[in-house]
Antibody
Framework: EVQLLESGGGLVQPGGSLRLSCAASAFTFSHYVMSWVRQLPGKGLEWVSTISDSGDTTHYADSVKGRFTVSRDNSKNTLYLQMNSLRAEDTAVYYC?????????WGQGTLVTVSS | QAVVTQEPSLTVSPGGTVTLTCGSSTGAVTSGHYVYWFQQKPGQAPRTLIYDTSNKHSWTPARFSGSLLGGKAALTLSGAQPEDEAEYYC?????????FGGGTKLTVL
């Protein structure tokens, strides 16, 4: 069974940094485009970033461009999201998902709270 | 980036039919938007029901169908069940970007 397990969330002060990880198992990770999606508390879904299967191509939402960096290590079956210059409005549950298989698999999410 | 508009809330009777729609601020929605529909229940991760406008995953109940209707994307639920009460999000994947609609809270009552 495909599994995606996010980690790295937590409480961080405004202006701080966090790196999220998404460990993938039970599928050929290196073959799939992967995405990060977030959900603000009590609000809707927001696409954050997508990375190609090889890692060569990345896309970002305007709200995070220049602050967040998506990457992957196909040898470790792991997706990352480096988040810098964090703001209160980045507070959300962050999900990783397999875009390459039509978003058929999602992690359980990791909560990021930006607050002083 | 386009703004994607959905009905904030809809109500359907058990056994009834309802259509949720998804419009784009940039114009008509087409097959080139590669429209997705996600269902999310409280405390759960989203689940894909429809991809590429009208394709279903193996777990998508037959009562859900996706289409293009009058320049918008549409998700039709025929024969609503109590377990269909949830938030529904449309999603566009196009031109290197992706965008979610604001979501529709569907009540089965």
């Amino acid at each position: 069974e495909v599994q995606l397990l996010e980690s790295g969330g937590g409480l961080v002060q405004p202006g701080g940094s966090l790196r999220l990880s998404c460990a993938a198992s039970a599928f050929t990770f290196s073959h799939y485009v992967m995405s990060w999606v977030r959900q603000l508390p009590g609000k809707g879904l927001e696409w954050v970033s997508t990375i190609s299967d090889s890692g060569d191509t990345t896309h970002y939402a305007d709200s995070v461009k220049g602050r967040f960096t998506v990457s992957r290590d196909n040898s470790k079956n792991t997706l990352y999201l480096q988040m810098n210059s964090l703001r209160a409005e980045d507070t959300a549950v962050y999900y990783c998902a397999t875009e390459g298989s039509y978003y058929d698999s999602w992690g359980q999410g990791t909560l990021v709270t930006v607050s002083s | 980036q386009a703004v994607v508009t959905q009905e904030p809330s809809l109500t359907v009777s058990p056994g009834g039919t309802v259509t949720l729609t998804c419009g784009s601020s940039t114009g008509a929605v087409t097959s080139g938007h590669y429209v997705y529909w996600f269902q999310q229940k409280p405390g759960q991760a989203p689940r894909t029901l429809i991809y590429d406008t009208s394709n279903k995953h193996s777990w998508t109940p037959a009562r859900f169908s996706g289409s293009l209707l009058g320049g918008k994307a549409a998700l039709t639920l025929s024969g609503a069940q109590p377990e269909d009460e949830a938030e529904y999000y449309c999603f566009f994947l196009y031109s290197g970007t992706r965008v979610f609609g604001g979501g529709t809270k569907l009540t089965v009552l």
